[in-house]
């Protein structure tokens, strides 16, 4: 079974049951066939985009929510090709992360990260978190004493508040996209 189904499974079970509704009272809310939930739920069939949003309409979370395992890790990678995915007939969809955001500051940046030397970053305040998905190029990221190896298509998120580092591997550009989140 297909982990992404399975996960999304899971979530759909915990969450209806969590709200006291029966798989009936899910299925008629969300217009959803009863015996595409019972599929659904079973971890058998592949969901559409559509399916899940009416599902996570009438229980009241995110798409995020039915596609993402409940913990993740301190430091999260996702390479190319894996993490939950939806299609529909225009749209197709990665979830490289879910983060619930209170009271926080947003930043995105464009980056290139140009070969010869490591950029090593100083600590941010508690509570930063780094998310990169590198678009072109290799490259080494994160925290210090752990960065990992990142190709195109791979993404990380990290604590932003241990020292960290960021290097262009193979003697090539990198191209990234980061986004930081702090408290406000």
Known sequence: MDDSVKTIAANVRRLRAGRGLSA?????????????????????G????????ALASVLGVTLADLLVAAAAPAIQVVRAGEGPQVT???????????????????????????????????????????????HTGRLGVGPEQDPVELDPGDFVAFDGSVAHVYEALDGEPVSATLVMTSPS
């Open 46 to 53: 592949n969901p559409t985009v559509e399916t899940l949003y």
């Open 24 to 44: 009936a009272a899910l299925a008629r809310a969300s217009g959803v066939a009863r015996a595409t939930l019972a599929e659904l739920e079973a971890g058998r």
């Open 88 to 134: 529909g007939p225009v749209l197709r969809a990665r979830l490289l992360r879910q983060a619930a955001i209170e009271r926080a500051r947003v930043e995105v940046y464009e980056l290139e990260i140009l070969p010869g030397r490591p950029r090593r970053a100083d600590p941010h305040p508690a509570g930063v978190v780094e998310q990169l998905l590198v």
